[in-house]
């Protein structure tokens, strides 16, 4: 059994065409629990038009913004073997569930995390391509503590994760950041495929991180940083202070490396020269910009 877990707010263009093809999915059994991050459009309405009884809706007066309203899902969530993040906008193909299930299954027995490709698309622009994530290469700690992670809809993860997923009290970025960084703050199975099991809606809320011309790319990236001071060096000191019981101590000493960058200049220009945090140019520039001013 697969829990799917969908936060929704404000989707009523979209998710129609999400639920047909969630629901479309062959030869395994799932429900869908969404948590309505009380929506002002009709979007509840059409949810609830679906009559199908493996939806479970919970509405909710109080918007949440989505890192929260996700991590309030994983702790309504009814139990089931496999968890899968879902998002508003997309499309699944039909063949998703299994697909991960089916790679997940070789490892019933300890924390497993899978992760597939997407196939991304645009209804207005000239968007149409199969995303080359590159996990074997840039899946690692290091970057996901400073800047990389895959989107929380192409992850699906087993009940060991999930038990092991702290949800209260958190200063974090993303519901995805969080699970990915749990999973490797627990030594869990990471499994990647680049194979594409979903469509990546690009739509005028999400082409962030998108974008070609790199001079832009700097532009986002720096009043990002500016505007979200030590975001990330705040998930990391979250991620250390809730598992540092678990952490190894390879694990404890790349986190504290961020941790602990402002304390001393020196530790500023080590953090900014180790190419494990690290990668492309325009990445690199703003990387270190960030962490020799110190809002990294």
Same mark, same amino acid.
């Given at each position: 059994?697969?829990?799917?877990?969908?936060?929704?707010?404000?989707?009523?263009?979209?998710?129609?065409?999400?639920?047909?093809? &969630?629901? $479309?999915?062959?030869?395994? /059994?799932? +429900?869908? !629990?969404?948590?309505? =991050?009380?929506?002002?459009?009709?979007?509840?309405?059409?949810?609830?038009?679906?009559?199908?009884?493996?939806?479970?809706?919970?509405?909710?007066?109080?918007?949440?913004?989505?890192?929260?309203?996700?991590?309030?899902?994983?702790?309504?969530?009814?139990?089931?073997?496999?968890?899968?993040?879902?998002?508003?906008?997309?499309?699944?193909?039909?063949?998703?569930?299994?697909?991960?299930?089916?790679?997940?299954?070789?490892?019933?027995?300890?924390?497993?995390?899978?992760?597939?490709?997407?196939?991304?698309?645009?209804?207005?622009?000239?968007?149409?391509?199969?995303?080359?994530?590159?996990?074997?290469?840039?899946?690692?700690?290091?970057?996901?503590?400073?800047?990389?992670?895959?989107?929380?809809?192409?992850? &699906?993860? $087993?009940?060991?994760?999930? /038990?092991? +997923?702290? !949800?209260?009290?958190? =200063?974090?970025?993303?519901?995805?950041?969080?699970?990915?960084?749990?999973?490797?703050?627990?030594?869990?199975?990471?499994?990647?495929?680049?194979?594409?099991?979903?469509?990546?809606?690009?739509?005028?809320?999400?082409?962030?991180?998108?974008?070609?011309?790199?001079?832009?790319?700097?532009?986002?990236?720096?009043?990002?940083?500016?505007?979200?001071?030590?975001?990330?060096?705040?998930?990391?000191?979250?991620?250390?202070?809730?598992?540092?019981?678990?952490?190894?101590?390879?694990?404890?000493?790349?986190?504290?490396?961020?941790?602990?960058?402002?304390?001393?200049?020196?530790?500023?220009?080590?953090?900014?020269?180790?190419?494990?945090?690290?990668?492309?140019?325009?990445?690199?520039?703003?990387?270190?910009?960030?962490?020799?001013?110190?809002?990294?």
């Amino acid at each position: 059994m697969v829990n799917i877990l969908l936060s929704t707010y404000n989707g009523e263009k979209y998710i129609s065409e999400l639920l047909r093809s &969630v629901l $479309n999915q062959k030869d395994i /059994d799932f +429900i869908i !629990t969404i948590r309505d =991050d009380a929506s002002t459009d009709k979007t509840v309405d059409i949810i609830e038009s679906f009559k199908d009884d493996r939806i479970r809706l919970i509405k909710s007066d109080t918007n949440l913004g989505a890192c929260k309203s996700f991590l309030r899902l994983l702790e309504l969530a009814e139990p089931a073997d496999y968890y899968a993040y879902c998002d508003q906008d997309d499309i699944w193909y039909s063949y998703k569930l299994k697909k991960s299930v089916m790679a997940l299954n070789k490892n019933d027995k300890e924390a497993a995390l899978f992760i597939s490709g997407c196939d991304v698309f645009s209804d207005k622009k000239n968007y149409n391509y199969k995303r080359n994530l590159d996990f074997d290469n840039k899946l690692k700690l290091e970057t996901t503590l400073s800047y990389r992670c895959p989107s929380a809809c192409l992850m &699906v993860f $087993n009940k060991e994760l999930k /038990d092991k +997923i702290k !949800t209260k009290n958190l =200063d974090i970025r993303m519901h995805d950041f969080w699970t990915l960084l749990v999973a490797f703050a627990v030594e869990a199975k990471i499994i990647t495929r680049d194979e594409s099991l979903i469509k990546y809606r690009i739509h005028e809320n999400n082409a962030v991180g998108l974008e070609n011309n790199y001079l832009k790319k700097i532009d986002r990236l720096i009043k990002n940083t500016i505007r979200n001071k030590n975001e990330r060096q705040r998930q990391a000191i979250c991620l250390y202070d809730n598992y540092r019981d678990v952490l190894s101590k390879e694990n404890k000493r790349k986190i504290e490396k961020i941790v602990n960058y402002k304390i001393k200049f020196k530790n500023r220009l080590n953090l900014m020269f180790d190419k494990n945090y690290s990668d492309g140019v325009y990445i690199k520039f703003v990387f270190a910009l960030s962490v020799l001013f110190g809002v990294f």
